[in-house]
């Protein structure tokens, strides 16, 4: 009678095991049957949405310096869609900014802001000058320990979240012995790419990285999030059109 007990629970046991193999076989057949999502083509606007607004609308408590206005930047020349020296964001990030300029204001400091909105075009022609191996200009400025074709997709993106209105690039102002407004030591310029300008770097100082986080100190209390890579860009963490871009003209 035990023997035959033992027998019909092992054969119970057994049957189950399969059950619950299969059960298992089919929720993993299931799972990798689920169909990969696909990218969906990036969404181009060529026209202005009307809360895109001059940030000198908003704020006169900052400096605009838009690099790309001049020929003082990583490609060496003006760059196409900068057509004046003007800093466009969408409203929300526009006036999360004036609150940052604000409160750095209240420490000593001012706001520059060396790139707002970019038109879609000016990334465009940042991926040519990347692909134009032949043109290493300003190699030993922006990119002196790195190859021109490792700076995609970290450092130059061809879509890029400052054409989405809501992303701005900007380092902190101090005014020197004589009263003029002079930028501080972050252990790097702007557009260096190198792993040095990355926001953690254990290769600054430690004025040069209090001075990094006093800046995104100010820019994380009003909502912008930091991005690893570079200490001069932040993002509104809740922008308004994160799957825009846009390609009207800075003018």
């Given at each position: 009678m035990k023997t035959n007990?033992?027998?019909?629970?092992?054969?119970?046991?057994?049957?189950s095991c399969a059950s619950t193999v299969q059960q298992q076989s089919s929720a993993l057949n299931t799972a990798e049957a689920?169909?990969?999502?696909?990218?969906?083509?990036?969404?181009?606007?060529?026209?202005?949405?009307?809360?895109?607004?001059?940030?000198?609308?908003?704020s006169s408590k900052v400096q605009v310096s838009m690099?790309?206005?001049?020929?003082?930047?990583?490609?060496?020349?003006?760059?196409?869609?900068?057509?004046?020296?003007?800093c466009y964001l969408e409203k929300n990030a526009a006036q999360a900014l004036a609150k940052a300029a604000q409160q750095a204001e209240r420490l000593g400091y001012q706001l520059q802001l060396l790139d707002c909105y970019r038109p879609q075009r000016a990334s465009n022609h940042f991926m040519l000058w990347l692909n134009n191996t032949a043109d290493q200009s300003t190699k030993a400025a922006f990119y002196p320990?790195?190859?021109?074709?490792?700076?995609?997709?970290?450092?130059?993106?061809?879509?890029?979240?400052?054409?989405?209105?809501?992303t701005v690039d900007l380092t902190l102002l101090r005014?020197?012995?004589?009263?003029?407004?002079?930028q501080l030591d972050m252990g790097g310029t702007y557009d260096l790419f190198d792993p040095v300008s990355h926001s953690d770097s254990a290769a600054v100082s430690p004025q040069?990285?209090?001075?990094?986080?006093?800046?995104?100190?100010?820019?994380?209390?009003?909502?912008?999030?930091?991005?690893?890579?570079?200490w001069w860009h932040f993002t509104l963490a809740n922008?308004?059109?994160?799957?825009?871009?846009?390609?009207?003209?800075?003018?």
């Open positions: 007990t033992f027998v019909i629970f092992s054969c119970f046991f057994v049957m689920k169909p990969i999502k696909v990218q969906q083509p990036v969404r181009i606007e060529a026209t202005k949405a009307a809360d895109i607004v001059d940030i000198l609308t908003v690099a790309y206005a001049g020929d003082s930047n990583f490609t060496g020349k003006a760059v196409p869609g900068y057509q004046a020296n003007s320990n790195i190859e021109k074709s490792q700076l995609t997709p970290g450092y130059i993106a061809a879509h890029s979240g400052h054409s989405r209105a809501s005014k020197n012995a004589a009263g003029q407004w002079q040069q990285k209090a001075n990094r986080l006093l800046l995104k100190d100010l820019m994380q209390q009003q909502g912008f999030a930091a991005y690893a890579m570079e922008e308004k059109y994160p799957d825009t871009y846009f390609d009207f003209p800075v003018n």
